[in-house]
């Protein structure tokens, strides 16, 4: 019980924590008025997807404090130590559909720890995809920079060859104007 209550008081501290960091990056972005649209774009909504899935784990918290708060560990701890007792009562049945319910919580839990992935799934590729782009655009400017060296030195390449594009030198200058 110790350890389901720790692991949900710490689901609830992270989720609380990273939704203020969200919440504080979505301010900072709109304090910022110099942001190119496509970054802000991409910022919104990397702030909004982990702002949900922090909701998502406070929410994912809240349920297992709540199951083991509420006494519902304890009860199914119970149903075993009732039948092995070999008391055939009238609270079987009640037990039955408590532990299809019981059931069914965890897996509405486990519901929300699978969107929860599916966010942090989703943010992961929009990051990637995000900075695919941004190299895209490095590379690009790089290659165009590397092309504009290579034909300014291929010219220097070439006047160095022809005596009479030689850039003047020394005494040069003064009596003859370069061509």
Not at 40 to 61: D, K
Not at 71 to 95: F, N
Not at 125 to 145: F, G, I, N, Q, S
């Amino acid at each position: 019980m110790t350890i389901g209550l720790l692991m949900a008081a710490s689901l609830v501290l992270v989720g609380g924590f990273t939704a203020l960091r969200q919440r504080r990056a979505l301010r900072a972005l709109a304090a910022e008025p110099f942001v190119a649209d496509a970054d802000r774009r991409y910022l919104r909504g990397q702030a909004v997807r982990r702002g949900l899935t922090s909701g998502l784990l406070v929410a994912i918290g809240a349920l297992i404090a709540f199951y083991y708060l509420s006494g519902m560990d304890a009860r199914m701890d119970a149903i075993p130590e009732r039948t092995r007792d070999g008391d055939a009562d009238p609270l079987a049945d009640s037990d039955k559909q408590f532990a299809r319910l019981v059931g069914f919580y965890w897996i509405g839990v486990l519901g929300l720890v699978f969107l929860a992935v599916c966010l942090a799934v989703r943010d992961f590729w929009a990051t990637r995809t995000y900075w695919m782009a941004r190299y895209r655009e490095l590379k690009a400017d790089h290659d165009t920079k590397l092309q504009r060296d290579l034909a300014v030195y291929r010219q220097q390449k070439l006047n160095a060859r022809v005596p009479g594009l030689k850039p003047p030198t020394g005494e040069d200058t003064a009596t003859d104007p370069p061509v």
